[in-house]
């Protein structure tokens, strides 16, 4: 092994070699989860939503990261990633291995789902197969739910080609001869109202009990009906993806809130990026689908099946099979909450660590709920990411402000996606008299904190509640998640400092206990890696987050590699960093979990002098998390809980041989996955130890 003694000997390590894509890295996730939707042991109806799954988040990497290479490639833009792939070159990658996926997802869909799907029962019907009862009840569907919503757009000068929504569902259709002007166009477009649904059951008593058509179908079979006295040659699906980047300059603008309300009426005709088309699409109507978007070959994409797999998640709902699902499961409490004492004289005994979605999230529900209803509670402040207007900590907040409570909300209103519901949340709260502050200009506060101040017997003593995940009930039952409720008054007391940084104006907060990018978070990082690698093969460091790319963190944690410190990394999704390079990563492992829930959790371990460190997160290790977020890193000072993090969240992940992938140096992954139906699995082994309601605290 080369030695840090004699730097001479070193691989350089900003070898453009030594770094992978992190687009193609971010496509290297979604056919982890595909395999889930080919995995005969996962249940099937789970199999489909893993499908749906792949769709939902290659939309959104079409919408986001895809759109970002063709406005670099467009505009000649920006500099070389760290993999040294030019704007062009990338396109070509990137869309080379998305038309494989999208390829391989068609034939799981139409090879190996949908039969599966019918041996129990469980049929969708395409037109050729339908009974003559089903095809009258297809017709009168047609002319009463379908019919009135449909607006036929013939293309000629008064009429020029309508603005496509994005992922809207379209078709194109063939026509042959005149209409009653003498008028002739050969194409016409009709758009699929977003309010009807894509899946449609038929009635039990003309079918079987769970037999359904596609929307596209029943347009199909009766597509004759807006066209009048024409012949209808040809009708084929296309549906386009477009650029779905906010551009807003927070810096002028005089509202944020309304710029944003301005610049969301726009996103669904933004640039498009992506057309897809069905197989039975014929090489003239898509070229001229691609030259009226100023398409690319290479950016069409003709599909085996219907053009949005997403919308077949609807088809779980309807399906009363929960045979074909994963096993419900109540999430456990620990002992201490199951006490008819209120959660303050809990935490002033001592910190509670809560890891979801096998743990309940209802504490944390309880502490604002019991926050909002106690006479001795003045205030409360909270950051809200991503939630919901239905929440129940949001009306905690809400009943709060309605009982005279001084109550703070900093909501992120350009969460990505979730700025419109944002936006609403932010009027609601307002309403009642909740202060809502919109965050920091040009960074995003991703932070998760909830601060309680409340009057007791020697002066205000603050409660806090500080998380690695967003305060959503659907992402608190199937995202993984730390939480620690505690009232340590050096963490609250940065807390507060925190809040009063966020909403107020000012230098960076000198905290003595939490880490806070964009300011002390990446530093701290590096000195920490910095210190195991200076303790050679004494050092040890396991990083779990969602994504790996910050070039400096890699750099340094290939010197620790370098140096001989064992380093153990549980990236999720994009990870730019190779493992087992000669001289450079043989000491790194990668390793990502794929399974039932959504790994989210962020835990830092620098464990190598005995002493170890262990902090959450709510900051990937990435470029935006680190300088362009507010971000927090909560340190575990607890001996116990400190043990039992290291041991649930990720000795266990590395022991993982059931839902994990082990990357390659090339960037691809390996299955890990043993073929015993005794495989261990540190999902299933948390359900096990929390469903059953141990304490585990």
Same mark, same amino acid.
């Given at each position: 092994?080369?030695?840090?003694?004699?730097?001479?000997?070193?691989?350089?390590?900003?070898?453009?070699?030594?770094?992978?894509?992190?687009?193609?890295?971010?496509?290297?996730?979604?056919?982890?989860?595909?395999?889930?939707?080919?995995?005969?042991?996962?249940?099937?109806?789970?199999?489909?939503?893993?499908?749906?799954?792949?769709?939902?988040?290659?939309?959104?990497?079409?919408?986001?990261?895809?759109?970002?290479?063709?406005?670099?490639?467009?505009?000649?833009?920006?500099?070389?990633?760290?993999?040294?792939?030019?704007?062009?070159?990338?396109?070509?990658?990137?869309?080379?291995?998305?038309?494989?996926?999208?390829?391989?997802?068609?034939?799981?869909?139409?090879?190996?789902?949908?039969?599966?799907?019918?041996?129990?029962?469980?049929?969708?019907?395409?037109?050729?197969?339908?009974?003559?009862?089903?095809?009258?009840?297809?017709?009168?569907?047609?002319?009463?739910?379908?019919?009135?919503?449909?607006?036929?757009?013939?293309?000629?000068?008064?009429?020029?080609?309508?603005?496509?929504?994005?992922?809207?569902?379209?078709?194109?259709?063939?026509?042959?001869?005149?209409?009653?002007?003498?008028?002739?166009?050969?194409?016409?477009?009709?758009?699929?109202?977003?309010?009807?649904?894509?899946?449609?059951?038929?009635?039990?008593?003309?079918?079987?009990?769970?037999?359904?058509?596609?929307?596209?179908?029943?347009?199909?079979?009766?597509?004759?009906?807006?066209?009048?006295?024409?012949?209808?040659?040809?009708?084929?699906?296309?549906?386009?993806?477009?650029?779905?980047?906010?551009?807003?300059?927070?810096?002028?603008?005089?509202?944020?809130?309304?710029?944003?309300?301005?610049?969301?009426?726009?996103?669904?005709?933004?640039?498009?990026?992506?057309?897809?088309?069905?197989?039975?699409?014929?090489?003239?109507?898509?070229?001229?689908?691609?030259?009226?978007?100023?398409?690319?070959?290479?950016?069409?994409?003709?599909?085996?099946?219907?053009?949005?797999?997403?919308?077949?998640?609807?088809?779980?709902?309807?399906?009363?099979?929960?045979?074909?699902?994963?096993?419900?499961?109540?999430?456990?409490?620990?002992?201490?909450?199951?006490?008819?004492?209120?959660?303050?004289?809990?935490?002033?005994?001592?910190?509670?660590?809560?890891?979801?979605?096998?743990?309940?999230?209802?504490?944390?529900?309880?502490?604002?709920?019991?926050?909002?209803?106690?006479?001795?509670?003045?205030?409360?402040?909270?950051?809200?990411?991503?939630?919901?207007?239905?929440?129940?900590?949001?009306?905690?907040?809400?009943?709060?402000?309605?009982?005279?409570?001084?109550?703070?909300?900093?909501?992120?209103?350009?969460?990505?996606?979730?700025?419109?519901?944002? !936006? $609403?949340?932010?009027?609601?709260?307002?309403?009642? %008299? =909740? #202060? *809502?502050?919109?965050? @920091?200009?040009?960074?995003?506060?991703?932070?998760?904190?909830?601060?309680?101040?409340?009057?007791?017997?020697?002066?205000?003593?603050?409660?806090?509640?500080?998380?690695?995940?967003?305060?959503?009930?659907?992402?608190?039952?199937?995202?993984?998640?730390?939480?620690?409720?505690?009232?340590?008054?050096?963490?609250?007391?940065?807390?507060?400092?925190?809040?009063?940084?966020?909403?107020?104006?000012?230098?960076?907060?000198?905290?003595?206990?939490?880490?806070?990018?964009?300011?002390?978070?990446?530093?701290?990082?590096?000195?920490?890696?910095?210190?195991?690698?200076?303790?050679?093969?004494?050092?040890?460091?396991?990083?779990?987050?969602?994504?790996?790319?910050?070039?400096?963190? !890699? $750099?340094?944690?290939?010197?620790?590699?370098?140096? %001989? =410190? #064992? *380093?153990?990394?549980? @990236?999720?999704?994009?990870?730019?960093?190779?493992?087992?390079?000669?001289?450079?990563?043989?000491?790194?492992?990668?390793?990502?979990?794929?399974?039932?829930?959504?790994?989210?959790?962020?835990?830092?371990?620098?464990?190598?002098?005995?002493?170890?460190?262990?902090?959450?997160?709510?900051?990937?290790?990435?470029?935006?998390?680190?300088?362009?977020?507010?971000?927090?890193?909560?340190?575990?000072?607890?001996?116990?809980?400190?043990?039992?993090?290291?041991?649930?969240?990720?000795?266990?992940?590395?022991?993982?041989?059931?839902?994990?992938?082990?990357?390659?140096?090339?960037?691809?992954?390996?299955?890990?996955?043993?073929?015993?139906?005794?495989?261990?699995?540190?999902?299933?082994?948390?359900?096990?130890?929390?469903?059953?309601?141990?304490?585990?605290?």
């Amino acid at each position: 092994m080369a030695s840090l003694s004699d730097p001479a000997t070193l691989p350089a390590l900003n070898d453009p070699s030594l770094y992978f894509n992190r687009d193609l890295s971010i496509l290297e996730f979604n056919r982890r989860v595909l395999a889930l939707a080919d995995d005969e042991r996962v249940p099937l109806l789970e199999r489909l939503r893993f499908l749906t799954i792949v769709s939902s988040n290659l939309d959104e990497f079409f919408e986001v990261r895809f759109a970002g290479v063709m406005q670099r490639r467009k505009y000649g833009a920006g500099p070389l990633g760290l993999d040294g792939l030019g704007p062009d070159e990338e396109m070509r990658a990137v869309s080379r291995v998305a038309h494989e996926i999208i390829a391989a997802q068609y034939s799981c869909l139409n090879d190996r789902l949908i039969p599966a799907l019918a041996a129990e029962g469980i049929h969708l019907l395409r037109r050729r197969e339908w009974k003559a009862a089903q095809r009258r009840w297809v017709a009168e569907y047609f002319r009463n739910e379908v019919l009135p919503l449909l607006t036929p757009l013939s293309l000629d000068p008064a009429h020029p080609f309508p603005k496509v929504q994005n992922k809207g569902l379209n078709f194109a259709i063939v026509l042959e001869g005149d209409d009653a002007y003498g008028r002739h166009s050969p194409i016409a477009i009709v758009q699929a109202p977003r309010i009807l649904p894509r899946i449609i059951q038929i009635p039990r008593e003309i079918a079987g009990p769970t037999d359904f058509v596609f929307l596209s179908s029943v347009i199909h079979e009766n597509i004759a009906q807006l066209f009048p006295g024409l012949e209808v040659k040809g009708f084929y699906q296309f549906r386009v993806t477009r650029n779905s980047e906010l551009f807003v300059d927070e810096e002028e603008v005089d509202n944020l809130l309304d710029a944003i309300v301005d610049e969301l009426s726009t996103r669904p005709f933004g640039e498009a990026v992506r057309l897809e088309v069905a197989n039975n699409c014929p090489a003239n109507v898509y070229e001229y689908l691609l030259r009226h978007f100023d398409l690319p070959a290479e950016n069409l994409y003709t599909l085996s099946g219907p053009v949005n797999l997403s919308r077949m998640a609807a088809i779980i709902d309807m399906v009363p099979r929960p045979d074909l699902l994963y096993s419900p499961f109540v999430p456990g409490l620990p002992d201490r909450c199951l006490r008819s004492e209120e959660i303050f004289a809990q935490l002033r005994r001592g910190s509670l660590l809560l890891h979801h979605p096998y743990q309940s999230f209802t504490p944390i529900i309880d502490f604002v709920r019991q926050a909002a209803a106690d006479p001795q509670v003045l205030g409360i402040k909270q950051t809200l990411y991503r939630t919901t207007s239905d929440s129940a900590i949001v009306q905690a907040l809400m009943d709060a402000a309605v009982a005279g409570k001084q109550v703070t909300a900093v909501i992120e209103l350009k969460a990505r996606f979730d700025e419109a519901n944002n !936006i $609403r949340l932010a009027e609601e709260l307002e309403s009642v %008299g =909740v #202060q *809502v502050v919109y965050g @920091v200009v040009k960074h995003k506060v991703h932070a998760k904190m909830i601060l309680v101040l409340r009057r007791e017997e020697d002066g205000i003593r603050l409660y806090g509640h500080l998380g690695t995940g967003n305060y959503h009930p659907r992402n608190a039952r199937i995202y993984t998640d730390f939480s620690l409720l505690t009232a340590d008054p050096g963490i609250t007391a940065d807390m507060n400092a925190l809040f009063m940084h966020i909403t107020g104006i000012g230098q960076a907060p000198r905290l003595k206990h939490l880490l806070q990018s964009p300011f002390n978070l990446f530093s701290a990082m590096r000195e920490r890696i910095a210190a195991e690698t200076a303790l050679g093969p004494r050092g040890r460091i396991i990083i779990r987050v969602n994504a790996l790319i910050d070039p400096d963190l !890699i $750099r340094d944690l290939y010197q620790a590699s370098q140096a %001989g =410190v #064992q *380093v153990s990394l549980i @990236v999720r999704g994009a990870c730019a960093l190779r493992p087992g390079i000669p001289d450079v990563s043989e000491n790194i492992r990668v390793v990502s979990i794929v399974g039932r829930f959504l790994e989210h959790s962020r835990v830092f371990f620098f464990g190598g002098n005995g002493n170890p460190e262990v902090w959450i997160s709510s900051a990937d290790w990435m470029g935006r998390n680190l300088f362009r977020r507010l971000e927090v890193a909560v340190p575990i000072r607890d001996p116990d809980l400190k043990k039992r993090i290291r041991r649930e969240a990720l000795d266990y992940y590395l022991q993982d041989h059931c839902n994990a992938w082990e990357m390659q140096s090339d960037g691809s992954y390996r299955s890990l996955r043993q073929m015993d139906s005794d495989c261990f699995s540190a999902q299933q082994s948390l359900l096990d130890q929390y469903a059953r309601g141990s304490s585990g605290d």
